[in-house]
């Protein structure tokens, strides 16, 4: 073979290990990774859980605790007849944990 014939693919060879290695070198570079569920999204609250919290934030004795749903979230409802005298209803979403809503009366 002539070195006349080898410069085109030695410069050819030169182009592709500057841009990645394949045509696709530059995409693949700029796309986003793959979305990683994060450990808190993947675990939901369990009835227990919201028991826990519901009694920290005020406490008394639970009366029941099931699942509901509140502002068109599904969640646990834990009625409480607190120490304050007043009867509570606490929501959390079951998905995220998330305090919904409180209602003291």
Known sequence: MKIRNLFPAAALL????????TAFGAESQNAMPAA??????????SKEQAIERALKAHPGKVTKAYEDTKKGKKT??????????????VYYEIK??????EEGK
């Open 96 to 101: 995220t944990g998330q305090l919904v809503a």
């Open 14 to 21: 030169a182009v592709v290990s500057f841009s990645g290695g």
């Open 36 to 45: 990683q569920p994060s450990p808190a999204a993947a675990q939901e609250l």
């Open 76 to 89: 646990w409802e834990v009625k409480i007849d607190g120490d304050d005298g007043k009867k509570w209803e």
